[in-house]
């Protein structure tokens, strides 16, 4: 894995790692949480520092920021700091930000990143400094972000993590307006565009950043109209407090508030189950509209402990429909549906982040069998192409950019657990 | 992937009156092997017999150090002259004791751009070509030898030519042998390089020596290094030479030394 350590070392840029150089220029939240995940393994230290550094960039209604721009590269992303303005809006960090969020991995990682080296942990005072940021955020979501139903929206989606799931389709199509101004796609000079959204797409997409941005992100737009309830955020939102119950714990905290939350969401995300497609789907909070596809988003919800449908989320997975075992990691979207593209972005290529997930989760449901087999498939897959961004799900070749920053922290930190010294964790 | 990096100590914070009882200490203590401090006019290859001797009871000595008080990169050119000879000869008895190689910055002590008076009587182009001249004399006799000149960035207060490990990269492709490495030590790197695990990777295929001192000089563990970090970097790069001990220590040597083999250990 010495070819994993060469790619995170030089994505480094000081005090956090980009996702890769060149597409990716700035800091992202969801994937700086999956670096550190693979960093501790490297230097715990600097696995601190990348959770430390988005943390600083928290806004004072708690939320972490999708993405905390670097300035100096500001033309290479779009839209970037200059669109954003994020200094114009009240409650602003001092660092130029993006006004949107990205899923919350955040405690998860932090347990992980403190469990690789207590010592070290506790002589940087990192566990308590963290917890404070992690109650901030995860208040952000419950205060601001929590449906009647029990369950966190997003208003993006970017903020899925996952950009253009057909999730979003029918709910995109119902906004009438796009966004006015030049739509610019730096990230076509990186990518290939048969691979990337689509500029329909970018166009809602800016719309809606624009809108939101406009009404100071304050999440009191009451026409706002994108509005979705997405499982994966919520099981990473539930899985989260689990986490944060244990660095409660850990602390000397009560744990059990972690707890309720965690079990009240569990309850909650009932309502996006799909009995007839045997998974989670989103729904449309603006039409009341489940969005009935199968994604790999809606398997995600196996992370959580007390759920009353891990088996068959289990045979979801090994079906037709998943091909665990047989395709390359998990597909983003289900391999027999019309809406289904191997080589399109989050609409069938097979991520790591989203493998790791399904891996850590199978490990932890039990499924010690099937979590070994796709760990070390991960593992196998990233290091013989480069550390793809994804991949195509039926031939596993290399898609997107390489040397990809999560691809290669996560297929490090699953290789180390099958192999490495701290002993067989999966 | 596992790779075993023998762990020496320079042999002057041993105590003993021969190798062989410095050896028994630094065993005690952890170490691999023992790191030799050569000194000038001839002092190194007077020493012969005992170093043979010392080789032939097993005491691991893979490099030697240079402790001189003029260097390659000498503005004085019989200064620099003899420091050529002085690491040829460092260079023979090395490949007579069966080791890997000798190790020296391009000067110490010398001038420093950041001291009065600032600017160098020799212009850099001028100190380059010295250098290079240096470097492939040297390097020649190592390959025959079959032995290696390794050459030591040192911090911009020590030296003006050879700061960082891009610097002596740019050296080594000038003179163009495989006899002749980089041997970075992490007290210099911790001053003179933005990143210094970045810098080890981009340098790797030419770092063929490591001495390891904390960022203020004393053993690993009593600085701010980052000695995870370290370690990762070395097994990325493939590194499996000896890394030495090459500090000043924080307290006695009985007490602080045997800590060090273990923190490093830790992470290789």
């Known amino acids: ?426 | 992937m596992t790779v075993l990096n023998a762990i020496c100590v320079q042999e002057q914070v041993l105590e003993g009156d021969t190798l062989e009882q410095k050896w028994e200490i630094a065993q005690a203590w952890g170490f691999d092997g023992i790191e030799l401090r050569g000194g000038g006019d001839g002092a190194f290859a007077a020493r012969l017999r005992d170093l043979r001797r010392a080789a032939a009871n097993g005491v691991p000595m893979p490099t030697v150090c240079v402790e001189m008080s003029h260097f390659i990169g000498a503005f004085d050119d019989d200064l620099r002259r003899d420091a050529i000879t002085q690491m040829g000869e460092q260079l023979r008895v090395i490949a007579d004791l069966g080791g890997r190689g000798a190790m020296t910055p391009a000067s110490w002590g010398m001038f420093s751009r950041r001291l009065p008076p600032f600017e160098p009587p020799r212009s850099p182009e001028d100190d380059t070509t010295v250098l290079v001249d240096a470097l492939g004399t040297l390097g020649e006799l190592a390959s025959e030898l079959a032995v290696t000149l390794y050459l030591e960035p040192l911090n911009r207060y020590e030296d003006h030519m050879v700061n960082r490990l891009g610097d002596a990269v740019e050296l080594i492709r000038l003179v163009g042998l495989d006899s002749v490495r980089i041997g970075a030590d992490t007290y210099h790197m911790n001053i003179e390089e933005a990143d210094p695990a970045a810098a080890l990777i981009e340098a790797g295929p030419y770092i063929g020596h490591v001495q390891a001192s904390d960022s203020n000089r004393l053993e690993p563990g009593a600085g701010h290094i980052d000695w995870a970090l370290f370690g990762a970097t070395l097994q990325a790069i493939g590194y499996d030479g000896p890394i030495a001990i090459e500090s000043r220590l924080s307290g006695a040597a009985a007490d602080v030394l045997p800590s060090v083999p273990p923190l490093l250990r830790r992470y290789l």
């Not at chain 1, 960090?93 to 506790?122: C, F, K, M, R, Y």
């Not at chain 1, 139903?149 to 993006?156: I, M, P, R």
Request: hydrophobic content about 40%.
């Open chain 1, 1 to 426: 894995m010495a070819a994993a350590t060469r790619v995170l070392a030089r994505n480094w840029r000081g005090s956090y790692t980009v996702p890769a150089a060149g597409l990716y220029p700035h800091q992202w939240s969801w994937d700086s949480a999956f670096i550190a995940i693979g960093l501790r393994h490297i230097s715990p230290r600097r696995a601190q520092q990348e959770l430390d550094t988005i943390f600083s960039a928290q806004w004072a209604d708690g939320r972490l920021p999708q993405i905390v721009f670097n300035p100096r590269l500001d033309v290479h992303y779009s839209p970037g700091a200059a669109f954003w303005r994020s200094e114009r809006i009240p409650g602003s960090p001092p660092v130029p930000t993006s006004g949107l969020i990205q899923p919350p991995n955040h405690a998860l990682a932090v347990l992980l990143v403190h469990q690789a080296d207590p010592e070290a942990s506790a002589r940087r005072r990192f566990l308590p400094r963290a917890y404070e940021r992690l109650l901030a955020w995860h208040g952000y979501l419950a205060d601001r972000r929590t449906d009647p139903s029990g369950l966190v929206h997003v208003l993006h989606p970017w903020e899925s993590g996952m950009d253009n799931s057909p999730y979003w389709d029918a709910p995109l199509a119902a906004i009438g307006e796009t966004f006015r101004g030049d739509i610019p796609r730096p990230d076509l000079d990186h990518a290939d565009a048969s691979h990337r959204p689509s500029n329909a797409e970018y166009g809602k997409y800016l719309y809606l950043a624009a809108r939101y941005r406009d009404h100071d992100c304050d999440d009191r737009d009451a026409g706002y109209p994108f509005v979705l309830e997405d499982p994966a955020v919520n099981a990473l939102y539930a899985r989260s407090e689990w986490a944060l119950g244990r660095i409660a714990e850990l602390l000397g905290n009560d744990p059990a508030p972690h707890a309720d939350r965690a079990h009240a969401l569990t309850e909650a995300l009932e309502t996006l189950w799909a009995p007839e497609l045997g998974c989670y789907v989103a729904r449309d909070v603006v039409s009341g509209e489940l969005q009935p596809y199968r994604t790999v988003s809606g398997l995600a919800p196996l992370l959580i402990p007390d759920l009353p449908h891990t088996d068959e989320l289990l045979t979801m997975l090994e079906s037709e429909h998943f091909g665990l075992g047989q395709a390359a990691l998990v597909p983003s979207h289900d391999l027999t549906a019309p809406t289904f593209d191997s080589s399109r972005y989050w609409r069938g290529p097979s991520w790591f982040n989203t493998a790791w997930l399904i891996a850590e989760a199978l490990h932890e449901r039990g499924f010690h069998d099937e979590a070994r087999s796709l760990a070390s498939q991960m593992a196998d897959l990233g290091l013989e192409h480069d550390f793809p961004e994804y991949v195509d799900p039926i031939s596993g070749e290399p898609r997107g950019t390489l040397r990809f920053s999560w691809t290669a922290a996560l297929s490090l930190d699953l290789y180390e657990r099958l192999h490495g010294r701290e002993g067989a964790a999966l």
